[in-house]
């Protein structure tokens, strides 16, 4: 009898952690934003008008939040075509990253979730474990008013035309000049 009752609490234990095993995927009921991550919904014309600047489609910017990661704001930036990424970095150097694509990739990553217009999903680098890329997955959601500036600052209208910037500290020649481009012709 003590035998069985010493036995029984790893044999729990074991059930326990096995229950966690296997291909993370959640549904969007589970993919709801965390109740600390912020109050209001990011404005949509804000939030597109910031995205389309940097090359991203609107409806593939999403963001997560796991306990002890933070975004690195120089992370953030276009995921294939116009698809979105961000890296969640902790003080030990692990690092959660985000990727959002269109549903067409949805179905070929472990911790993935489909979401309205697209899939998101999530890989860990440096020790991260499977626990904590699932909580992560769970907390994706779209950004609120508090995350967006963090997330994709206010574009700087220099780049905003298309036309490179125009700096008037360069020399016109020498070191630190325009590069010199052309083709010697044979013969001269």
């Known amino acids: 009898m003590i035998r069985a009752v010493r036995v029984l609490p790893p044999l729990l234990l074991a059930a326990a952690l096995l229950t966690g095993c296997g291909t993370e995927k959640a549904g969007s009921a589970d993919s709801g934003?965390?109740?600390?991550?912020?109050?209001?919904p990011a404005d949509?014309?804000?939030?597109?008008?910031?995205?389309?600047?940097?090359?991203?489609?609107?409806?593939?910017?999403?963001?997560?939040?796991?306990?002890?990661?933070?975004?690195?704001?120089?992370?953030?930036?276009?995921?294939?075509?116009?698809?979105?990424?961000?890296?969640?970095?902790?003080?030990?150097?692990?690092?959660?990253?985000?990727?959002?694509?269109?549903?067409?990739?949805?179905?070929?990553?472990?911790?993935?979730?489909?979401?309205?217009?697209?899939?998101?999903?999530?890989?860990g680098e440096g020790g991260v474990s499977g626990a904590v890329l699932g909580k992560a997955l769970r907390a994706v959601h779209r950004p609120t008013a508090g995350e967006l500036d963090t997330l994709l600052p206010a574009p700087d209208p220099a780049f905003t035309d298309g036309e490179p910037v125009q700096r008037g500290d360069l020399p016109t020649n020498g070191d630190g000049g325009p590069p010199d481009n052309s083709v010697p012709t044979p013969g001269l």
Do not use: N
């Open 33 to 40: 934003a965390p109740a600390d991550a912020g109050t209001a």
């Open 44 to 123: 949509q014309a804000e939030l597109a008008a910031k995205a389309k600047a940097l090359g991203m489609a609107p409806e593939l910017v999403y963001v997560t939040a796991a306990p002890g990661f933070t975004l690195a704001q120089q992370s953030v930036g276009v995921q294939g075509d116009d698809g979105f990424s961000a890296a969640y970095t902790d003080r030990t150097g692990a690092v959660i990253h985000l990727y959002t694509d269109h549903l067409r990739y949805a179905g070929q990553h472990k911790y993935e979730v489909v979401e309205k217009d697209c899939v998101v999903w999530l890989e």
